[in-house]
């Protein structure tokens, strides 16, 4: 079955420890991206992805780190969290940029205390 | 830059049909999206228009004006299922990436 799998689903933490969101897709897309979606604010990209080792910020990339060093996997890295990056996490992937529908994993609610 | 506007709030009655409309002012505009998300899931594909005019799949339709920067997504026979976000999102070439609106909740009521 095509997916996109992020783990995981719901994540507490606190102010400044380190954390790690896994996306992996098993479609073989070459485009892949991380959106943050808050209450009316729909859905903003944060980092994305052309493929192996290419990634580029998108438009909210202030503490987020990002890397893509296998096609499938394509991991959100937050090094010191702050309560302001509390938000819906998804990670989307496609065969281009644009053209072709984009698949997005089931999301990750991250709460930063 | 990119402007996406879609109401915030829509309201409508089961069997019944809803227009969503969605306006954006861009350069290097290369085509449209429709996403449907219903609450806490993730958004899943309706619609991808590149010409003008109207395409039809099943209940749902979608429809393209270029020239005047609007489009819109039509849901027929309104089921209670069909309440959702429904997400306009522009895909711009000149940016290499889509930019998505805020989203439209749209509540169907029996």
């Known amino acids: 079955e095509a997916q996109v799998t992020q783990n995981p689903r719901y994540l507490i933490t606190v102010t400044g420890k380190k954390l790690t969101v896994t996306c992996s897709q098993n479609m073989n897309h070459e485009y892949m991206s991380w959106y943050r979606q808050d209450p009316g604010l729909g859905l903003r990209q944060i980092y994305y992805s052309m493929n192996v080792e290419v990634t580029d910020k998108g438009d909210v990339p202030e503490g987020y780190k990002v890397s893509r060093k296998e096609k499938r996997n394509f991991p959100l890295i937050l090094e010191s969290p702050s309560p302001n990056q509390t938000s819906l996490y998804f990670c989307?992937?496609?065969?281009?940029?644009?053209?072709?529908?984009?698949?997005f994993g089931q999301g990750t609610r991250l709460t930063v205390v | 830059g990119q402007n996406i506007d879609q109401p915030t709030e829509m309201t409508a009655t089961e069997g019944a049909i809803v227009q969503i409309n969605c306006t954006y002012q861009t350069s290097g505009f290369n085509g449209l999206f429709w996403y449907q998300q219903h609450a806490g899931e993730a958004p899943t594909f309706l619609s991808y228009n590149v010409l003008d005019g109207l395409e039809e799949k099943g209940r749902f339709s979608s429809f393209l004006s270029r020239s005047k920067g609007y489009s819109y997504l039509l849901l027929k026979e309104l089921q209670m299922k069909d309440s959702a976000s429904y997400l306009c999102?522009?895909?711009?070439?000149?940016?290499?990436?889509?930019?998505f609106g805020d989203g439209t909740t749209l509540t169907v009521k029996p």
């Open positions: 989307a992937s496609s065969f281009s940029p644009g053209g072709t529908e984009a698949f």
């Open positions: 999102a522009v895909y711009n070439t000149n940016a290499g990436k889509s930019t």
